[in-house]
């Protein structure tokens, strides 16, 4: 498929894991492809990955002004952007008790705020009827006792989606979110559970196994596509069936 030929699309922390799963998905299918992140190194090796149709920009999402360098970049380079998605974040796992206020603050600017400015700063350079994609979390839709900062945030991005897509719609500009379950990912490595701990997880959910990021970055590329024109305001959950479903 070549859904996005010669389409610019911007990933937010697109150095791994999701981000970089889908960075590649984009450039597959035909799109110019500019990932973020916060190391130059990690940077370089993703566009090394990734090849010729990519580009990365050190900026960190939490930081206003690194978001206006940012889109100052992709105007002069780009002119504009077709779609995005917000990836960027951060996992604060601790019991509400004894979460402070500097986790609260890092928390909250990294998954909220920065997600916030970040796509207020890109409007002007997303075309009308563009895509934004907002990566939230299946800890959304349920309670978890460590979750109690990571999971309002997450429904905070989500609830954005739902915001954005009615007050963006005389633009024809689409937003969306998806809530990922467990992935595999460099921030949640499977590998590095005990068997116990695996087998905990895993049996919660219906597929009985981990997530892909590729996964994850086909369901973004869709609901960045055409294919998904009348999808609007929504949240795809992408966890095998943790939420949905009590496995057997």
Same mark, same amino acid.
């Given at each position: ?34 990932v ?32 206006d ?10 002119g504009?952007?077709d ?14 008790e004894?979460i402070?206020?500097?986790?609260f ?5 990294i998954n ?11 409007l ?16 959304l839709? /349920?309670g #978890? =006792? %460590?979750?109690?900062? &990571?999971?309002? @945030? ?8 739902? *915001? ?9 500009? /689409?937003? #969306? =979110? %998806?809530?990922?379950? &467990?992935?595999d @990912?460099?921030?949640?490595p499977a590998?590095?559970?005990t *068997? ?10 219906v597929?009985?196994r ?15 596509s055409?294919?998904?024109s009348?999808?609007n305001?929504?949240?795809?959950v ?11």
């Open positions: 498929m070549n859904r996005f030929t010669d389409q610019t699309v911007l990933i937010t922390g697109g150095t791994s894991g999701m981000g970089l799963a889908t960075a590649h998905r984009f450039v597959a299918e035909g799109a110019h492809v500019i973020t992140g916060r190391t130059r190194a990690r940077l370089d090796a993703a566009v090394e990955e990734l090849g010729p149709r990519a580009s990365g920009i050190v900026a960190d999402a939490a930081d206003s002004g690194a978001m360098a940012l889109m100052e970049t992709i105007r002069d380079r780009h504009q952007l779609s995005l998605f917000a990836n960027a974040g951060t996992g604060t796992f601790l019991p509400f004894k402070t206020e500097p986790d603050d890092h928390g909250v600017d909220f705020k920065g997600v916030f400015f970040t796509l207020q700063k890109a002007p350079l997303l075309a009308d009827g563009g895509s934004i994609v907002i990566n939230a979390s299946w800890t839709h /349920r #978890n =006792s %460590v979750l109690t900062l &990571y999971s309002p @945030t997450k429904a905070a991005v989500h609830n954005l989606a739902r *915001t954005l897509a009615a007050s963006l719609a005389p633009r024809a500009i /689409r937003v #969306n =979110s %998806v809530s990922p379950g &467990y992935i @990912t460099p921030m949640y590998a590095a559970l *068997t116990s701990e695996a087998e905990a997880v895993t049996g919660q959910i597929a009985g981990f997530g892909r990021p590729e996964e994850v970055a086909s369901a973004v590329a869709f609901l960045a055409a294919d998904a009348y999808i305001g929504q949240d795809l992408i966890d095998g069936g943790l939420v949905g479903a009590v496995p057997a």
